[in-house]
């Protein structure tokens, strides 16, 4: 899997068009899209809470001297999915990085289906109808980068947030197949696999061991983005770790609590 | 409802609430926080909200009995603990949220640091109004401490570069307040040290500057009373003054000090020294406790002595802004050049007419203690501003490290009685060891505060270890609590 000889797939750099990155409003998202901006690339950002795309914008544009256009967005609001794409007067897009996640309650999702279809949709199915629009797009255009936040929970199923896992790993093989569509038309395809990070999701919480920081995650996904990497986990050591969780053997690991 | 105050309706100023960010309870983490000083640690549960609506979802929902905001925590003390008890950190609420370049005019979010703020304005040709000692506090903790910087004497503390904040009010509710608008929340909010609520954003008014650098001149007194007459010229000629003081040197050479006056140094000045735009930045660390003998009187007598030679009388020096108004930076973890046990950092000011007897009486009193400073730092402070717990007075202001040695709390104890008798007051940012008494005597403007407090949070929902200690909220209310 490891894929760290291929070549630079995506043209990047400073005058090219825009990045869209969509949920910047998430700590590892501002800081993925810090570091675009930070390399001089303008911005299109969306995000659900319009007061906290509007932060995080004027932040982005105010420290790093860059264009950035905020479009509050839902991406549970399959309409709206229509014309983000165009990233108006800022040019052709250079690359999209998809940054949707919800975690969602597990046990709630358990005993409502609401729930549980909303952190598939979430997970699963808004990124699937972006990445189609955004796909045939840099498809036509002949080059460009696609990027998208999974997770480590996508590797294995286990019973304290499988419906989190099934999407993020259902995303996985979708992008595996994108990557592979993809491929002849120049376009590059990441799929980024982030373990624990100091955000939100993990904070306050029991269990959490080698914590990454949101700045240095974000730079890795601006890194493997911006080199056209196919699977990426951040920090690196985490695709050792999922190695061996992938390693046990269902027999055992559905005994385990985990 | 905020306090009275302000000629406007209730109402006007309230800005509506958010939608809920949380599924859950807002999730803590329970830590040993300490100031600066590294003296006292107390356990707090700490909540580290990344979206401003997250803020009222913790105040009003979480089960505490108290809250305390809190920065980059390099006041020394106590001030940013709230032991047993729930501290809200501003860290992620860090984003810079419009700049008017014509006015001059920075909103941001309070968690932001002040040199974050200096690396996104200095480019464009601005500068903070007044910044302290170090990059790392923010703007939520200047506004909490009203902090004043090198140009107190001539421009006042940070508060009078507010143009106005929003706060969150004990009872949940956003309001914008300002120098017109709520004037008495925003006067007990400004030097509050976070007791009023949570500041969640600011507008401050900056500063014009045409290059980093700054113009200096160094002036050496051979005595306390040459310092004192140096910067009494001073005064009308330099926007930025500050003197390093030994005080080691005893009898005729009490108080002998290096003088440093500064100002913004024009575009002319820089090119004619062939500069460059660009400023360095040291990149030292202490990576780990130095042994508690590390700065003892030895040690700090010689570097003491060397300082004070190396410098000689000299005018317009270029320096790189940030080497002059934050020379200790440079060194990332300065603090734990003082080992394990922390050290306090003492700072008082003492009001004109006796300030020069005060200052001599509290180098005279560290000195018969046997204790070392390896920092001290006297500067002439301007007139008082309007915040009710503010620090500054016009006279003199005499900042000491001090390491935590035995016979400390005497010494503390006898300082705080000189203070006391010159009519001054001490620096609630670097307090860690004040009594309740000493306190409301240095503060006068207690009252006035109290009233807003009473008024504005009736069952004393924001609180601190130091207010507790010094009677600020009513102690023995959230004391009964407790139990």
């Known amino acids: ?258 | 409802m905020p306090a009275s105050g302000g000629a406007r309706s209730p109402g006007s100023n309230i800005i509506e609430g958010f939608d809920p960010i949380l599924k859950s309870h807002p999730r803590f983490r329970s830590e040993p926080l300490t100031g600066w000083g590294r003296f006292p640690v107390e356990t707090c549960r700490v909540y580290r909200p990344e979206a401003r609506g997250e803020l009222s979802e913790i105040v009003t929902g979480a089960a505490e009995d108290s809250f305390l905001p809190r920065g980059l925590g390099r006041s020394y003390g106590d001030a940013a603990l709230n032991g047993d008890a729930a501290v809200i950190s501003l860290l992620r609420l860090d984003r810079l949220l419009s700049l008017d370049e014509d006015e001059g005019v920075l909103e941001c979010e309070a968690g932001v640091g002040l040199g974050d703020i200096l690396d996104a304005v200095v480019p464009r040709g601005f500068f903070l109004p007044v910044v302290p000692g170090t990059r790392f506090v923010t703007v939520g903790g200047a506004i909490a401490s009203d902090i004043h910087g090198k140009n107190h004497h001539r421009d006042g503390t940070f508060s009078r570069f507010v143009v106005d904040l929003t706060l969150l009010t004990p009872g949940g509710e956003l309001v914008r307040c300002s120098p017109e608008v709520y004037r008495d929340l925003f006067w007990a909010t400004v030097g509050g040290m976070g007791l009023t609520g949570i500041i969640v954003t600011a507008r401050i008014r900056l500063h014009h500057i045409t290059t980093r650098y700054i113009s200096v001149d160094y002036r050496k007194a051979p005595d306390l009373d040459a310092a004192l007459a140096l910067f009494d010229e001073a005064d009308d000629q330099y926007p930025y003054s500050v003197a390093w003081i030994d005080c080691l040197s005893r009898g005729r050479a009490l108080g002998r000090s290096v003088l440093m006056f500064g100002e913004h140094a024009t575009r002319e000045r820089v090119k004619d020294a062939h500069l460059d735009v660009a400023s360095s930045r040291a990149r030292l660390s202490v990576p780990f406790d130095a042994p508690g003998i590390a700065l003892n009187r030895i040690s700090v007598r010689a570097f003491n002595t060397f300082y004070y030679a190396l410098h000689r009388t000299r005018d317009d020096a270029l320096v790189s802004a940030d080497r002059f108004f934050f020379p200790l930076d440079g060194v990332r973890d300065w603090n734990r050049l003082y080992g394990r046990r922390g050290f306090v950092q003492y700072q008082a000011v003492l009001p004109l007419d006796r300030g020069g007897e005060g200052v001599r009486r509290l180098l005279e009193g560290l000195s018969a203690s046997g204790l070392s400073s390896f920092l001290a730092v006297l500067k002439k402070m301007g007139p008082e501003g309007d915040g009710h717990l503010s620090f500054p007075m016009e006279g003199y202001t005499l900042a000491l490290d001090i390491p935590r040695r035995r016979g400390l709390g005497k010494l503390l104890g006898a300082l705080d009685r000189i203070v006391l008798d010159h009519g001054g007051r001490i620096y609630l940012a670097k307090d860690a060891s004040l009594v309740a008494g000493a306190f409301r005597q240095m503060y006068p403007g207690l009252d006035r505060f109290q009233s807003v407090k009473n008024a504005i949070d009736p069952d004393g929902l924001f609180s601190s270890s130091q207010a507790r200690r010094l009677g600020i909220t009513d102690a023995s209310r959230k004391e009964g609590d407790r139990s």
């Open chain 1, 1 to 258: 899997m490891s894929d760290a000889g291929e070549g630079v797939g995506a043209e990047l750099g400073e005058g090219a068009g825009p990045v869209l990155i969509v949920g910047v409003t998430s700590a590892i998202a501002q800081a993925t899209a810090a570091a675009f901006a930070a390399h001089g690339h303008d911005l299109l950002v969306t995000g659900r809470n319009p007061e906290e795309l509007e932060a995080v914008a004027a932040d982005l544009a105010l420290r790093h001297r860059v264009e950035v256009e905020a479009r509050v967005f839902d991406a549970l609001d399959f309409e709206a999915h229509d014309g983000l794409m165009d990233a108006a007067g800022m040019g052709p897009l250079s690359g999209v990085v998809l940054a949707l996640g919800y975690m969602g309650d597990q046990e709630e999702a358990q005993g409502d289906f609401r729930e549980a279809r909303r952190i598939v949709d979430t997970n699963y199915t808004a990124c699937v109808a972006l990445l189609e629009k955004a796909a045939s797009i840099l498809e036509d255009r002949g080059r460009g980068f696609i990027c998208v936040v999974g997770s480590v929970a996508g590797d294995r199923g286990r019973q304290s947030n499988y419906l989190y896992g099934s999407a993020k790993s259902g995303l996985a093989a979708y992008l595996q197949g994108l990557r592979n569509r993809l491929h002849p038309a120049g376009v590059t395809v990441t799929t980024v696999k982030p373990g624990f990070v100091d955000t939100r999701m993990t904070y306050g919480k029991e269990g959490m061991f080698l914590v990454a920081s949101p700045e240095s995650v974000g730079r890795g996904i601006y890194r493997a983005a911006r080199r056209g990497r196919s699977v990426v986990y951040l920090p690196g050591f985490w695709r050792l770790i999922m190695w061996v969780i992938r390693s046990i053997p269902e027999p055992v690991f559905k005994r385990l609590k985990l």
